[in-house]
């Protein structure tokens, strides 16, 4: 498994932009692929954005399509999330994660990061 730390969550006016950054600690890093999720209060963990071990392929949820970007740097063990035109229903926890999948269901992810606050204000 890989450790997990995001960074670059904060507080930002609707439709500016915000990049979260996720840095990764272990040796199998470029093996794992490594995707966003969310978490808004009351609400259940939701996928945002996953991308292939080698940064070639990458899925969006369609709330975000168009205005995130997934990108991966395995020279740095870094992952990120450019975040554009952001809207008030934006506003969660945002988790990255890794798994050996290349997939959407979280339920394959076994890597967590601790999560970093993204609020949005109208």
């Known amino acids: 498994q890989v450790q997990l730390v995001e960074s670059g969550g904060e507080l930002v006016q609707a439709g500016g932009s915000l990049r979260l950054s996720c840095a990764a600690s272990g040796r199998t890093f470029t093996s794992y692929a490594m995707g966003w999720f969310r978490q808004a209060p009351g609400k259940e963990r939701e996928f945002v954005a996953v991308?292939?071990?080698?940064?070639?392929?990458?899925v969006y949820a369609d709330s975000v399509k168009g205005r995130f970007t997934i990108s991966r740097d395995n020279a740095k063990n870094t992952v990120y999330l450019q975040m554009n035109s952001l809207k008030p229903e934006d506003t969660a926890n945002y988790y990255c994660a890794g798994s050996k999948y290349y997939t959407r269901d979280q339920t394959r992810f076994t890597s967590w990061g601790q999560g970093t606050q993204v609020t949005v204000s109208s």
């Open positions: 991308s292939s071990s080698s940064g070639a392929y990458t």
